[in-house]
Nanobody, 125 residues
Framework: VQLQASGGGLVQAGGSLRLSCAASGLTFNRYCMGWFRQAPGKEREFISAIRWRGGNTDYADSVKGRFTISLDNAKNTVYLQMNSLKPDDTAVYYC???????????????????WGQGTLVTVSS
C-alpha cells in the first residue's frame, strides 16, 4: 500500500490550497480515507475523512465550512480543498487509509493502518 500526498505550500491567510493523495495497492471501495495534520509541538489531529463506498464524510469542527474532502475513483485519489486558510492551519498534512472503514471511527488516528509521507502547509498572516 502506498499513499503519496502532495499539494502543500506557502499561502497567505485567506487563500486556498488543494491537497492530493494518490493511493495504490488498496481495494479502494472497502476503505475510508482520512486527512490529519500535525503542527510543531502538537499531537496529530483529525481533519476530515471520506468513505470510498457511499461517500460518507466527516470533518473536524475547526475546518467545517472551509475544507472539502472528495475522491476521484478513476484516479484513485483523494483531495482536500482548503479555503479561507488561517495561520492556525499551518501543519504537516497526512493522508491515511483505514481498511476497516467503520463510520464511528473515521476520526480516530488508531483506525488507520496506512499513512502517506505528509505535505507541509504554511499559512502566513
Amino acid at each position: 500500500v502506498q499513499l503519496q500526498a502532495s499539494g502543500g505550500g506557502l499561502v497567505q491567510a485567506g487563500g486556498s490550497l488543494r491537497l492530493s493523495c494518490a493511493a495504490s495497492g488498496l481495494t479502494f471501495n472497502r476503505y475510508c480515507m482520512g486527512w490529519f495534520r500535525q503542527a510543531p509541538g502538537k499531537e496529530r489531529e483529525f481533519i476530515s475523512a471520506i468513505r470510498w463506498r457511499g461517500g460518507n464524510t466527516d470533518y473536524a469542527d475547526s475546518v467545517k465550512g472551509r475544507f472539502t474532502i472528495s475522491l476521484d475513483n478513476a484516479k484513485n485519489t483523494v483531495y482536500l480543498q482548503m479555503n479561507s486558510l488561517k495561520p492556525d492551519d499551518t501543519a504537516v498534512y497526512y493522508c491515511a487509509a483505514d481498511p476497516g472503514c467503520i463510520l464511528s471511527t473515521m476520526a480516530s488516528t488508531m483506525a488507520y493502518d496506512y499513512w502517506g509521507q505528509g505535505t507541509l502547509v504554511t499559512v502566513s498572516s
